[in-house]
């Protein structure tokens, strides 16, 4: 005969899995820093491909006016600023994937220890 609450049980964490689960668990997997310093080196690759991009668009839209003010333009000046720029940047993007990667992980730690609680009561009930 087919117990209702053990298949109520399974659906729920059957669901918890396709659901909650697909975004939870593989964040759970991590320790805290390493997760934290995973999504850190991720932000500062894309960070610096994308001020390279925009600066590459930037540049390529004023290329005339850049070629005919090159020799006006103090170069070491222009490299300082946009060196100060890009750290100014990187460390404001660093800064916010900091703090969206550590609420991210404890949010899906408290998510995946209430899903490991169910599992574990549904464990010891019905496989003793």
């Given at each position: 005969m087919i117990d209702e609450t053990k298949v109520r049980v399974m659906t729920r964490l059957a669901s918890y899995e396709e659901g909650a689960g697909k975004k939870y668990l593989p964040?759970?997997?991590?320790?805290?820093?390493?997760?934290i310093s995973l999504q850190l080196l991720r932000?500062?690759?894309s960070g610096t491909v994308a001020y390279i991009v925009v600066f590459g668009l930037i540049a390529f839209c004023n290329f005339e006016m850049f070629l005919s003010e090159i020799y006006d333009i103090d170069l070491v000046d222009y490299a300082r600023n946009l060196g100060k720029k890009y750290i100014i940047f990187i460390a404001i993007y660093l800064v916010a994937t900091y703090i969206w990667a550590v609420l991210k992980y404890k949010k899906a730690k408290k998510s995946v220890r209430s899903y490991i609680s169910v599992m574990d009561k549904f464990s010891n009930k019905y496989y003793e």
């Open positions: 964040v759970a997997k991590y320790f805290r820093g390493d997760y932000s500062f690759i």
